[in-house]
């Protein structure tokens, strides 16, 4: 067991660790933060996707070791309080979710690219969220939201 | 109208919780002191256990207990039950082999679960799992559905291959009008088989109280009252009274959640031996081989025409993979759900179908989204395209010629069913309208010239959910009735919950029940909360699947409300001294007609609650009703799917250019939602038509086992879509609500193939068997493989 | 996932001197494919040596004809540059084509490259561009580095520091999906080069290869067309459920021809 010390949505923490945990086995089974999912075990489909110091990870592909002294933000970090994200309102606006089990990791994912792109096409939009399956939303509104929500964000800077 | 309420494209309600990560799914509960379960499951499709050595296991660090399926056979424990039986053509009941919660003596499939090892944390559970000496004797294992029933086969059960061979339809019938065709167009096609994977991964934590003596499953279902049913009675033998299920949120289903399955039985049969609530999630790698597979047919299909083009008869001939065991409802499946189907929208007098369904070594097949009726459209929908062909006919002049009149109905098919509403032509015309049909051969000659491969595709489909009158069901073979029940209690101060037997995984119910009740009762969506999928607070439920939660489950809220109104009416008489008869009720107001007395709903239901000034003689107190509704029939939702691809002819990539869908769901109560069903129906159709297959290898190992090899449709490989409506009300419920669950993957996977193949029509194709992946399409195109096409 | 002890070194001699002492550790770089492979099960090292920490070993730079590129930068880094976008933009292409985002915020070119999967981008490019790899022991030649299926010339204890890329006149990287996995069923780099055309195939074999048959054709002439009728045997060629080695054989081809026509 070792100790890890990291920040997680502006928090300090610090968890007990053996080498092979991974970073989300610390935010779902040590912190108790289980809004971030595990949807598969090839690191295909980023329900488990998180910002590790700004950029979107799969936390899932990630050892907890190696996020130590790491900020981490995950998706109940964004809100504040009962007002959404950005981004997470463009995801109610726009029917971007229907079971909500990949939908952490979707929003996690189209946050950076907004942060890269505010404007991005369609194409834009699907091509970015490779790493992202869903298996309810047929990504119709998917696609809508990122791209309300990247409009959102950067006419909220 | 409410402002929220019916026809309202209201946000939803349930999406605050999800958005911000408070979903609370099963793996995200833990529970004090819990323990992990990891099963060993077979690796080999077939063989004998010879023997089970878990002695180096046990003393792991941090195991608590293993357990075999000896141990389970100890106790007594049932196997898993069959919800539905099939009879033999000849009257005679289904094989219906025992289906054990773990195997005992044999494994049947990659999967098939050998041993539990419960240990302090999952990953110790994992490396005791590495001690188990396991001994299999390999047994030669059936794979392919034409295989299983050859002579000298490998029997997966002691009573051979064939669990059924049924039929439906008039055979004397359809042979004497095959006699009088002018043509006869033919088929041979395969359904593929699909896996559901909803992005939630199945889960189960099984607790037990011995202080009371309940038991505790979480659970990831599409129905707990129906596990705990099956559960209790048939495997665990624990009254309904001291079970509890609850299946919180759950992240999709499309069917691989109704079933009951060894993990869910095994959890809460363990809890009590060890003394601590025990957990089991699946890895990703283990719902590929235990969530219950779907389609996979082999089918052969004739349909008679006369010299104008209408359809004389048809024939079908099916065999139906079941996997290895039957899974709970999978005889329904081929049969009930499928061949009453095979009329589709057409006019087709005359039908007979023939289904054998079979046990391969391979994990059991049971409904996914659709359910035996994708299985029909695609069927119908291929060969109508083929007739078309061999008439030289247009493709839509050949369905509009055979369409059900729109003043038929209530129309009467030859397999059964009573469509009771529908208009195919104006679904078609807007499916037509909306791709654009008339501007298609500019389109195709435009990409003719960048050396690209254009094809259209029509399906025009019917489908029939809003399952089902129990009656009909029974008489049919189930083992349950498929009614639904609503709770609506309005609380003191005006408020409602309503508890529904159906639930929600990603549906909307929270927002959809909630319009509902606030369209009824006049009061604010902020008033009304929707409580789902626990058997301890709702009274009943047979869950959410065939697209009936609306029709059905929305149906038993709509008799809930009017008991309901029903009483505050009586209530609403007394404090205003007028007679009941002369009670109006409206926007939340209980007044007597013609005067301007009035009572709002929130005083009568505090009136209820404080009954100094009430009718106590005549009315108890309170303002709590129930409804169980049994539908009087199915509902027939049908439309037009219509797709556009191009195919690059160098690799032989498909893309889905287009796509129009103008469905017939029904009064819609929130088209926000309607449309989100039908685009994630969709994507489920084009990847069943393009991507997705479960392959087995002949030896019965799963060669498409994760999602690096089983494709997932992803956001760039699909478009936006064109998504409509052209209602007609369902008659013969009180909504008129049809369905729209299961509509987007039923009618889609015939529009794409049917564009796939319009696409490569100069290659003399005829029909290509699903998905038509690019390796398909090459070996089409490049000439030297016929074996991908006809 | 097996247990094991976890390094996270500061210096390369740190990190090479517990990697030979224990031939059972393994170098970590971004764990894109490795931690996959131990969640698996199917590796099973003693100890796991994470590089991040190595400072020198991350950074892009472009001088002397060539990009160099430290074995610990990100895929997302290397496609984002500026630098290699303007000297090598082919590979800053193939860089922000591999995996998904979230891969290329993780993964390294030294972890693709010492890994040496069969389906991996980036070998091709260091074959086709006729990369250097340079380790904390040597120098090795691109056509010296790639030995076989997950198999490369490092030595036990041996690390790659930097990979330097020659910038050549023309090249481009194509690449076909595999539909489920998205890694390369097929991927070709082409490259003009002073010395003549060189053409690296991925994904087709047990590992990265070149193809001498269109080198030699682009080499005459640099033209798609001139790859007409130049064929790669589909012998040897992988088969799964995805692929068969014929087709396989044959997108070889069509990559190689939209690689030189995306190159110009």
Redesign the interface.
Known sequence: MAKISLTVNGKKVSAEIEGRTLLVQVLREKLGMTGTHVGCDTSQCGACVVHVDGKSVKSCTMLAAQADGTAVTTIEGLANGNELHPMQAAFKEHHGLQCGFCTPGMVMSAIELAKRNSNPSEHDVREWLEGNICRCTGYHNIVKAVQAGAQAMAAAK | MAIDGIGAAV??K??????????N?T??I?RPNQVHAYFVRAQAAHAKIVRIDTAKAKAADGVVAVFTGADMAADAIGGLPCGWLVKNKDGSPMQEPAHPVLAVERVRHVGDPIAVVVAETL?QA??AAELLDIELADLPAVVGLVDALKPGAPAVHAGGNLCFDWHIGDADQVAAAFKNAYKVAKIDLVNNRLIA?????RAAVGEYDRATGEYTLFTTSQNPHVIRLLMGAFVLHIPESRLRVVAP????G?GSKIYHYAEEAFVTWAAPKIGRPVKWTA???ESFMSDAQGRDHVSHAELALDKNGKFLALKVSTLSNMGAYLSTFAPAIPTYLYATLLAGVYTTPAIYAEVKAVFTNTVPVDAYRGAGRPEAAFLIERIVDIAAAEMGMDRVEIRKRNFIPTDAFPYQTPVALQYDSGDYFATLAGAMNAIDYAGFEARRAAAKKVGKLRGIGISTYVEACGIAPSNIAGALGARAGLYECANVRVHPTGSVTLFTGCHS????HETTYAQLIAERLGIGLDQIEVSHGDTNKIPFGMGTYGSRSLAVGGTAVVKALDKIVDKAKKIAAHLLEAAEADIEFKDGKFTVAGTDKSKSFGEIALTAYVPHNYPLETLEPGLDETAFYDPKNFTFPGGAHICEVEIDP???VVKVVDFAACDDVGRVVNP??V??QV??????GIGQAL?EEC?YDDKGQL??G???????????D?P??KVSTAITLCTHNPLGVKGVGEV?AIGSPPAVINAVVDALKDYGVRHIDMPA???KI??IV?G?HRMAAE | MYDFAYHKPATVADAAKILAADGDAKALAGGQTLIPTLKQRLAKPSAVVDLSAIKDLAGISVAGGKVTIGAMTRHGDVAASADVKKALPALAALADGIGDPQVRNRGTIGGSIANNDPAADYPAACLALGATIKTNAREIAADAFFLGMFETALKPGELIVSVSFPIPEKAAYVKFGQPASRYALVGVMVAKTATGARVAVTGAASAVFRWSDAEAALSKSWNAASLDGVKVSPDGLNSDIHAAADYRAHLVGVMAKRAVATAG
């Open positions: 946000r939803r349930e999406d605050y919780r999800f958005l911000t990560g408070q979903g799914y793996d995200d833990s990953a994992k490396d994977n909803p992005m939630e991964p949120d759950v992240g999709g499309f890895e990703r790698g995984h990603g549906q909307g160098d690799t032989g926000m939602i449309e989100g685009h994630g129906g969709l994507a489920q991507m392959v060669r498409s994760s999602f690096m090899d089983y494709t997932m449709p992803r956001a760039d699909l936006s879509f987007g992946t690019p390796q090459w070996a490049n030297g």
